[in-house]
Structure formats: C-alpha cells, structure tokens
C-alpha cells in the first residue's frame, strides 16, 4: 500500500515524493530531523519534538519557511491522510537544492517532508530479557564539532558505531566522549539506577537531549527517585543495579550485560519495570489528538 508524504507543502503518494540530487541533505547530511511517534491516536511529545527540530534549525541558521504551529498540522494531517493512530513519523528539513558546493548560501529554499508509517514494534522478548551492549571504539562527536545536540542528518558517527556492534554481535554499542566518559548508545539515550537512584550523564557530555530521557526522568520524579545528571565512566556502568535505554523508537530498553559483564542480576530491574510501565500509561494521555 503507497503512503501519502507530506513534501513541501503538497500530500503526495510515495512514489512522487522525491527529492532532488543537488538537495545537500543528501549531497552533504546538511539538514535536520526529528524521529516522533504516535500512540493510542495521540502525538507523544509532539511539542519537544517540534522545539528540537526549530532549535537544531538555529544552529544550522536554517530558516524553516512554515512556523512551529503549521508544522504541527504537518505531522496531524500526515498521519490523517495516512489513517494512522500509532505510527512512526520522520519529519525532516534539509538545507534544499544548490549547486554541487557546499556553500549553504546557494540553497535558497529548505526541502520539508514528513513521512508517517505504520510502527515496527520491538519485539516484547527484548523488554523482558533485555540485550546486550559493547563499549566501541567509535566516539561520539566533540560538540565543538558537529554537535550531538543537534539532531542533524550526520549520522555517520553512530552508524560507525552500529558497524562494531555488529561485528561483535551485539544489538547496541555504548559510545564515549573524548574524555572516556560515557556518552549515549548510537540512538539511545543511558540511564543507570545505583543503590535506588536514576543515574544519567549531563547533556555537555555530548549527546542527545532526548525527548524520552526527560519523559523518563519526570516519571521518576513523580515517583520520588532521585533523579542524577553526572559524567559517569565504564566502570559505573559495570558497577550499576540496572542499566536502561530511553529513544523514541525503543521506549525504554534494560540492557542486561555490557562488556561481557552481567548488569545487576544479569535481568531487567524493578526501577526500569515501574518507569517503563509509567511510560507507557502517559502515551496514552500525552500530546495532541490526531481524530477528533
Ligand atoms: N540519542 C541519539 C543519537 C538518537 O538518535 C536518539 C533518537 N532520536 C536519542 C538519543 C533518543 O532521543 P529521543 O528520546 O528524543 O528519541
């Protein structure tokens, strides 16, 4: 069955939603995106979301040519014309068609499209047995480079991340900063719980600010956890009660072993079992209704 993309201000089927090769999203990675999901006929976090993608937007001095409140019906309407209620939406926003150079000035217009498709569940037995992560030698970005914050079409950094965790044979990788402390897995965020604490590294360790890793850590605050932004190395994540991930994608995921080194009890703890069941109570009251 064909999709209908949102592109540019028009909802086209699949097949004519193309963009251009001189479009330096794909010449260069110069755009942005924003990975969203849709749950129980609502938009979760669909706002953070959206501030994200206008924030990374300023970074890129991209001026996005609809506002923040178009861009939300964007996103409704796509899933509307897509009769979706749960799905995965990719909005993404590149610089737009130039020349074969790299100078952003030659792009005169952002390329905008949207695609809502149909959410393709991790399997249950992840969350109840959890998976395994190496550390890899692949490190995240500096910021003072091309800054992990920003959510822009560079990818590259986590798919070299991906490539080692793959050969090792493992779903995830644990990526590190330039001073060895733990970053972010390669489309995750980490958490750790130690002695009852929820434990995560600060954002100016170089990462994501993910939308969920702040869901997650209002939940627990809700909860009365004591919620810690603190650089933490290898040896805490070894040393930890549990270990968890946070995405939009993955929801949250209990990492079991790392490094060859058994998490904990070597199983999905309590803390990750109540948030993850927390979460998933507020997708189902959060964000704006898609049908009326
Ligand atoms: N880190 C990276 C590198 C990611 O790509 C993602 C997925 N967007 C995340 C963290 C998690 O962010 P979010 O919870 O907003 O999906």
């Known amino acids: 069955m064909s999709l209908t993309i949102y592109l540019d201000g ?27 999901r849709a749950y129980h006929n609502r938009v979760f976090k669909l706002q953070d979301h959206l501030v994200r993608l206008y924030e990374s937007a300023r970074t890129l001095a991209m001026e996005i040519p609809i506002s923040i409140e178009e861009m939300q019906e964007v996103v409704l309407e796509t899933l509307r014309r897509n009769n979706l209620r749960d799905a995965y939406i990719r909005l993404v926003v590149t610089r737009g068609k130039g020349d074969l150079g790299l100078d952003p000035r030659k792009c005169p217009r952002p390329t905008i499209f949207c695609i809502a498709a149909s959410i393709q569940l991790y399997p249950e037995e992840l969350y109840e047995k959890g998976l395994e992560m190496i550390t890899v030698a692949t490190r995240r970005n500096v910021p003072e480079a091309c800054n992990p914050r920003v959510k822009s079409l560079n990818y590259l950094n986590n798919i070299y991340a991906k490539m080692e965790a793959n050969l090792a044979g ?3 990788a644990i990526m590190l900063n330039q001073e060895g402390y733990v970053a972010e897995a390669t489309g995750d965020n980490i958490f750790l719980v130690k002695n009852g604490k929820l434990i995560t590294p600060p954002i100016h360790v170089g990462m994501l600010e993910g939308v969920t890793r702040n869901a997650v850590m ?11 932004e603190k650089v933490f190395t290898r040896h805490d994540v070894y040393i930890s009660d549990e270990c968890f991930l946070t995405g939009t994608a993955a929801e949250l995921i209990p990492c079991v072993r790392v490094d060859g080194r058994a998490i904990g009890n070597g199983q999905p703890g309590p803390v990750f079992k109540e948030l993850l069941g927390d979460f998933r109570e507020l997708t189902k009251v959060d964000g704006p209704v898609i049908f009326e």
Do not use: M, N, W
């Not at 028009?10 to 969203?36: M, N, T």
């Not at 209002?218 to 810690?228: F, K, T």
């Open 170 to 172: 493992v779903p995830e």
């Open 218 to 228: 209002d939940l627990a605050r809700e909860r009365g956890i004591e919620v810690i």
């Open 10 to 36: 028009k909802y086209v089927p699949e097949e004519q939603a193309v963009v251009s090769v001189f479009d330096h999203g794909l010449l260069y990675g110069d755009g942005i995106f924003e990975g969203i």
